[in-house]
């Protein structure tokens, strides 16, 4: 045997103990039925991309989180001088859903139906500095419709992602819509020098957390005209209506996208439930380089961050296609949507996970009896519960207060046949029938 | 817009379109729902190990085919002579799922029941040469039984996944039982020096493809004692029954081995099926280099491999935690299972996939009439079709007929709002109900 060696799960990845899985399978079961009656298919890419295709795609600060696979065989050569990195790998491990989606319908466009309607549930990877509820590998959900150049794209994500939402059972959310050609537009017409847009965006996009005043200063202090800074805060005040209502500015010229945002939000409004918002945002930015149009995200009252966010894309696919095709997607934050779901769950605002009754059933250490246990544990598997057929250890008192302690809601003496419940009222949830 | 670039999936690494994902997500669901009603706990690891475990960790050839992680930031150098893979790479990506749960196991045993029985679906990686039908990432299903040393977890390791395949309506596969401990026993026997006990074993794992001649031929020409080798196929001669039953060799000493498999081979049979069978065969050697006690592989008929495998590692768990802890897996190949459901399924032998009726939902491409296709698709949807809501092409009938050939099962007309199927004799497939 030997010696304890450490067992600590990767730096910045973590273990998932079996009652967040079963949250987690959950979870994923009624988003992927949901979108699956909205029509989407689900499809599945590797883990692995070229590092050519994932350093090119505007990914912004998350491509430089990449992971990159170290070449294997021939392939690598270590003993010579001035190596680089693109010397000794060329793949990586993907960091978002949506470059690789692009790679699989310019691939695989021909057998696919259009415009195609794409499911993605997966893990991804960015080596992002370790803090608290950050994790370098997480699973991200994403849905996309690609080949539709209209509203009806964003429509239809927006109103599935938000009936997913509410199959799990939250109401309590806001949508917030907003659209890159409003924001270009909008720093023009302030006398924001186009070169200077995308700074802008930045520190815009830092609002939620300084403030427009915190905002205003940074932009100052980097050099921007004041002239402009103020213009773009009172143009900002005037589109915002208290309500949420969409304010657009006469004297800016973003080429049919407030138009574009109010119907978009007027239609989705009519899909929702009383407890839910649809609100026009001018201040949303969203970091990805990629998007051309509109953006959203989904934030759920009291959670300082969103738990979706997604936007349109129309160039993507072109870069790698030739041709270009419109996109337009949306990817839910499965991680934070887990850590709400089970925050709400373990405080009583929304109903326990739903499980089955679970039983042991206890035969001779022997393994005496055990045709007879295995006969006993089918029947009770047929009447829906989960059942484990376990070695009965000397001490039958601890061994049973452990199994309690552990989620079993009962078990089953060999002697007898008798199923008999911890809690003499019955198992806190029953058998899957 | 760029110029095309090349959009294939990483070399040996595969996209997986919407109908095979729909059918993997079904077999999924069915193992998932049967090992849980076996008190199976699903549990998620990182894709990432450290390099330190994975070597070190007696995966035979497979360790040597793991995918190393290049290390990031400061911590990569490599302006330096002499470097070797573990000066530029810590981590690596996992190439099978028994190594990470023993390490799960070792650092979490605090928090898991007593005896632990874990489920885990999850994606592996090997370098290995390209070949058809073996990719560089594929899927595993495993299920283990950590803490319990009798036949009990052999027992239900083999029911709950041939309960697994019966239910994906597989009837027709054999269960093989061998013992690494008889192995062992027969080799000493038979006159095989301790030392070479390794390479007789690999040798005999050929026997499946090159017939027990080819295997006595090779361990000849390498240099073994001819006596031992023709002893060695007398003994296995008759230990195997034309009926695959159970002959043990009263001058083998395998303390106790016989007995262990003759018992679990009689419980095992006793819950199956008639069409299913269970075979002690002497031959069988799985390749993994942990394995302490029984193996075991299922086989379909017909197929030239085994599409599960598995056996007791008593010692792997012992060598992370300090403290032994007996240990019995089972794993599914998975994409070998699901390439066997989907000829079953094309050739007529297995009820097709089964899966709700797709219907397209056609509205004016400027997004007129939205708000009446999103709730008339609501309805539908709640008669539990898949409902796409998309823009109508100038080409009706054109785009009908690509929607059909896409597998769609019908269409709404807005200006009627009725739902007519391609087939008039109503879809494949009804709504999900």
């Known amino acids: 045997m030997g010696t304890k060696i450490d067992t600590s799960p990767a730096r910045g990845t973590r273990d998932v103990l079996p009652d967040e899985v079963e949250l987690r399978d959950q979870a994923r079961d009624v988003i992927l039925a949901t979108y699956r009656r909205f029509g989407y298919a689900h499809i599945e890419t590797p883990a692995l991309e070229s590092m050519a295709l994932l350093a090119g795609s ?81 699973t991200q959900v994403d849905i996309d419709v690609l080949g539709e150049p209209g509203i009806v794209a964003e429509v ?26 409003i924001l270009s537009a ?18 815009l996009d830092k609002r939620d957390k300084v403030g427009w005043d915190g905002v205003a200063t940074e932009l100052v202090a980097a050099g921007h005209s004041a002239d402009a800074v103020l213009a773009l805060g009172a143009r900002l005040d005037a589109m915002m209506s208290p309500d949420g209502g969409m304010q657009s500015d006469a004297g800016v010229d973003a080429g049919g996208a407030f138009a574009t945002v109010a119907a978009i939000a007027a239609t ?37 961050y969103s738990i979706a966010g997604g936007g349109r894309y129309d160039r993507m696919i072109g870069a790698m296609l030739g041709k270009d095709v ?40 022997d393994g005496g009896g055990l045709p007879a246990a295995m ?49 003499e009222q019955g198992p806190g949830s029953g058998p899957d029938l």
């Open 58 to 138: 505007q990914g912004g600060e998350n491509a430089k989180l990449i992971y990159r696979i170290l070449k294997r065989g021939k392939k690598l050569v270590l003993d010579k001088p001035g190596l680089t990195e693109d010397d000794v790998s060329d793949l990586g491990l993907r960091y978002d859903l949506t470059v690789p989606l692009a790679r699989y319908y310019a691939q695989n466009h021909s057998q696919l139906p259009q415009p195609f309607k794409a499911i993605q549930v997966g893990s991804v990877w960015r080596a992002e500095r370790p803090q608290k509820g950050r994790y370098r590998q997480f």
């Open 156 to 181: 239809d994500l927006l109103t599935a992602t938000t009936a997913a939402l509410s199959d799990l059972g939250l109401a309590d959310f806001a949508v917030r819509i907003n659209d890159r050609r």
């Open 186 to 203: 909008l720093a023009t017409t302030c006398g924001f020098d186009p070169s200077a847009h995308e700074a802008v965006f930045v520190a």
């Open 268 to 304: 989705v409004a009519g899909q929702l439930g009383t407890t839910a918002r649809v609100i026009f945002d001018p201040t949303l930015v969203r970091g990805m380089g990629y998007y051309t149009g509109t953006i959203f995200e989904i934030g759920v009252e009291g959670l300082p």
């Open 326 to 365: 419109p996109a337009c997607g949306f990817s839910i934050g499965f991680e934070r949507l887990i850590l709400l779901l089970a925050e709400r769950r373990q405080s009583g605002a929304q109903a326990p996970v739903a499980r089955a009754g679970r039983v042991a059933l206890l035969c001779p250490a």
């Open 375 to 423: 006969q006993r544990a089918g029947e009770l598997r047929h009447e829906g519960y989960r059942v484990s057929v376990l070695s009965a250890r000397k001490k039958l008192g601890k061994q049973l207060s452990e199994l309690e302690q552990h989620g079993f809601d009962g078990f089953v003496s060999l002697e007898t046949g008798e199923l008999r419940f911890f809690d």
